[in-house]
C-alpha cells in the first residue's frame, strides 16, 4: 500500500481565486490520479499525472481551469483555478502502486467551499 | 458510465455478516473486480479485489461466480465502524490495460445498526 497525504484538508475561498492542492506519497509511484466528488455524487476522474509527461484529462476538463503539475515520483499538485460556487467539492489523489495486480490507494482529500 | 450495478443500500446488524452484491454482466476475461468503501467523505479505501477465484484478507472476503458475471463482497462480522459507501468496480488489473481506470458507480451504503 502506500500512505498519501494532502494539503489543505480543507479550504473556504473566495470566487475568482485559484487554490493549489499538493499531494505526498511516502513512496515513488508512476501514476497518480486526481479526482472529484462533488456533494452527495460519486467520485469522477478528472485528470492521469504521469511523472515526465502531460497530464491526460478526461472529458470534461480542461488545463486551464485544472491545471496539474507532476515534478517527481512522490508529488503532485492541483489547481483549481477562477473558481466559483460550482467548484465546491472534495478533490482526492489517489495512486497507483503495483504487485500482483495494480492497486489505487487515496488520499483523504481535501474539502473545498468557494463562496 | 460504471459497468456494474449495486443496490443502493442495505442494513446488517453488528456482529452479523453482511453481503454486498454485485452485478458485472459485462465483465471482460483481463478485469478484474475491485472493491473499495468511503466512510463519510473520507478518501476511498481499497478492500479487495480478485478475477476468478475467491479471494480473502483480513477485511473481507470476495466470492466470484463462476461465469464472473456477479459477485459478493462478505464482512465476516460487521461494526459500527462498517458503515459506509461501498463501491465494486470493474477494471484491468494492470495499468497498461485499455480500461486501467476506475469508475465509480453510486455503490451500496451500508448500514450498520446495534
Known amino acids: 500500500s502506500a500512505v498519501i497525504s494532502q494539503k489543505p484538508s480543507r479550504d473556504i475561498c473566495q470566487r475568482g481565486t485559484s487554490l493549489t492542492i499538493q499531494c505526498q506519497v511516502d513512496?515513488?509511484?508512476?501514476?497518480m490520479f486526481w479526482y472529484r466528488q462533488q456533494p452527495g455524487q460519486s467520485l469522477t476522474l478528472i485528470a492521469t499525472?504521469?511523472?515526465?509527461?502531460?497530464?491526460?484529462?478526461e472529458s470534461g476538463f480542461v488545463i486551464d481551469k485544472f491545471p496539474i503539475s507532476r515534478p517527481n515520483l512522490t508529488f503532485s499538485t492541483l489547481t483549481v483555478s477562477n473558481m466559483s460556487p460550482e467548484d465546491s467539492s472534495i478533490y482526492l489523489c489517489?495512486?497507483?502502486?503495483?504487485?500482483?495486480?495494480?492497486?489505487?490507494?487515496f488520499g483523504p482529500g481535501t474539502r473545498l467551499t468557494v463562496l | 458510465d460504471a459497468k456494474t450495478t449495486q443496490p443502493p443500500s442495505m442494513d446488517c446488524a453488528e456482529g452479523r455478516a453482511a453481503n454486498l452484491p454485485c452485478n458485472h454482466s459485462?465483465?471482460?476475461?483481463?478485469?478484474?473486480v475491485y472493491w473499495y468503501r468511503q466512510i463519510h467523505s473520507q478518501g476511498p479505501q481499497y478492500i479487495i479485489h480478485?478475477?476468478?477465484n475467491n479471494e480473502t484478507n483480513e477485511m473481507a472476503s470476495l466470492i466470484i461466480t463462476e461465469d464472473r458475471k456477479s459477485s459478493t463482497l462478505i464482512l465476516p462480522h460487521a461494526t459500527l465502524r462498517d458503515t459506509a459507501v461501498y463501491y465494486c468496480?470493474?477494471?484491468?488489473?494492470?495499468?497498461?490495460?485499455?480500461?486501467?481506470?476506475?469508475?465509480f458507480g453510486k455503490g451500496t451504503l451500508l448500514t450498520v445498526n446495534p
Open positions: 499525472a504521469n511523472q515526465g509527461s502531460e497530464a491526460t484529462y
Open positions: 489517489s495512486v497507483e502502486t503495483g504487485g500482483y495486480t495494480d492497486t489505487q490507494y
Open positions: 480478485g478475477l476468478k
Open positions: 513512496s515513488q509511484v508512476t501514476m
Open positions: 468496480i470493474v477494471r484491468d488489473g494492470y495499468s497498461g490495460g485499455s480500461n486501467y481506470k476506475l469508475t
Open positions: 459485462t465483465i471482460s476475461g483481463n478485469e478484474y
